[in-house]
T-cell receptor
Framework: QKEVEQNSGPLSVPEGAIASLNCTYSDRGSQSFFWYRQYSGKSPELIMFIYSNGDKEDGRFTAQLNKASQYVSLLIRDSQPSDSATYLCAVNGAAGNKLTFGGGTRVLVKP | SQTIHQWPATLVQPVGSPLSLECTVEGTSNPNLYWYRQAAGRGLQLLFYSVGIGQISSEVPQNLSASRPQDRQFILSSKKLLLSDSGFYLC???????????FGQGTRLTVV
């Protein structure tokens, strides 16, 4: 079982729609969770972090965390063509120093 | 503000040659440091991480090694490169336990 799992996609969404991305993790003791965006050929950049169960909103992005189900999600509202990228879920393990990434979900926003 | 420097941006090396990639962080002290590798179209594979000088945790058995000779310097090395070592190598730092990581520009390595 992979430590952090994501659907590889591509997830195709029309412009203006909501993109929903999911991530599951295996380490039940994990404490912090992150979403990164990576454009082709570039390094990942941080979008959101979440530490507590529930929802966290930042602009058009909402992160959701359910520790009991070991599940993290990212919603992108009003999707724009510039949101087309690969989105990486990252989880910091119980010890807090090992940051593990999922395989990423490729998102394509079509005008 | 904190910055991370990683070089070179691209590198083409023959099979069997040595490798040394360097990463330095400015504007912070005692950061956690990470080396990741990304194969084409794949996710980030954690290779090594370090919580302090001389403290290296290895995640994947392979012909790569890492060292942290100074607080804000992280080096990835190999004595003899394999074709399978090709990929996008990313160095990252984080302020500490449980924190987010920030990435350098990456090094695209092609072993020929």
């Amino acid at each position: 079982q992979k430590e952090v799992e994501q659907n590889s996609g591509p997830l195709s969404v029309p412009e203006g729609a909501i993109a929903s991305l999911n991530c599951t993790y295996s380490d039940r003791g994990s404490q912090s969770f992150f979403w990164y965006r990576q454009y082709s050929g570039k390094s990942p950049e941080l979008i959101m972090f979440i530490y507590s169960n529930g929802d966290k909103e930042d602009g058009r992005f909402t992160a959701q965390l359910n520790k009991a189900s070991q599940y993290v999600s990212l919603l992108i509202r009003d999707s724009q063509p510039s949101d087309s990228a690969t989105y990486l879920c990252a989880v910091n393990g119980a010890a807090g120093n090992k940051l593990t990434f999922g395989g990423g979900t490729r998102v394509l926003v079509k005008p | 503000s904190q910055t991370i420097h990683q070089w070179p941006a691209t590198l083409v090396q023959p099979v069997g040659s040595p490798l040394s990639l360097e990463c330095t962080v400015e504007g912070t002290s005692n950061p956690n440091l990470y080396w990741y590798r990304q194969a084409a179209g794949r996710g980030l594979q954690l290779l090594f991480y370090s919580v302090g000088i001389g403290q290296i945790s290895s995640e994947v058995p392979q012909n790569l090694s890492a060292s942290r000779p100074q607080d804000r310097q992280f080096i990835l090395s190999s004595k003899k490169l394999l074709l399978s070592d090709s990929g996008f190598y990313l160095c990252a730092w984080s302020p500490g336990q449980g924190s987010e990581a920030f990435f350098g520009q990456g090094t695209r390595l092609t072993v020929v």
